[in-house]
């Protein structure tokens, strides 16, 4: 009966791990750009307020120059412009997967915990639990 617990925690730890391990690696954050960028070119610069002059109080969603998305063009898109001049988006993540560190790390964390099963289950054998009387 003993041996059953140990054997059940053992195996939920190992279990809550992996699941943390495949989080980590599903759970990359995407690249935004700033949201001042109404041409999407990835950078925020004059293009971006002449677009928002040409839609200056245009209502509508997606609307070009409604930066703050609230379906209005109006002088609060104007400070997060300002407040965005010059922005440039991240540099996209590479789009060979060979070369990409995360899976390799996520394989090796997964052999470590193989590693530590194995070492735990060594461990139980050369001292297995007494048995409880019933
Ligand atoms: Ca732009
Ligand atoms: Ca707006």
Same mark, same amino acid.
């Given at each position: 009966m003993r041996g059953v617990k140990r054997g059940y925690t053992r195996d939920c730890s190992v279990t809550i791990a992996v699941l943390i391990g495949l989080l980590s690696f599903t759970t990359e954050p995407a690249a935004a750009g700033p949201m001042a960028d109404a041409n999407k070119d990835g950078t925020v610069n004059g293009q971006d307020l002449l677009a928002w002059q040409a839609n200056l109080f245009n209502t509508g969603k #997606? @609307?070009?120059?409604?930066?703050?998305?609230?379906?209005i063009v109006n002088g609060s898109d104007l400070l997060m412009w300002q407040s965005q001049l010059y922005m440039s988006a991240p540099p996209a993540p590479p789009? #060979? @997967?060979?070369?990409?560190?995360e899976p390799i790390s996520f394989t090796l964390s997964l052999l470590g915990l193989g590693g530590i099963s194995l070492a735990i289950r060594r461990r139980d054998r050369a001292h297995p639990a007494p048995i409880a009387a019933v």
């Open positions: #997606n @609307t070009p120059g409604d930066f703050n998305q609230d379906g789009q #060979n @997967t060979a070369a990409n560190p």
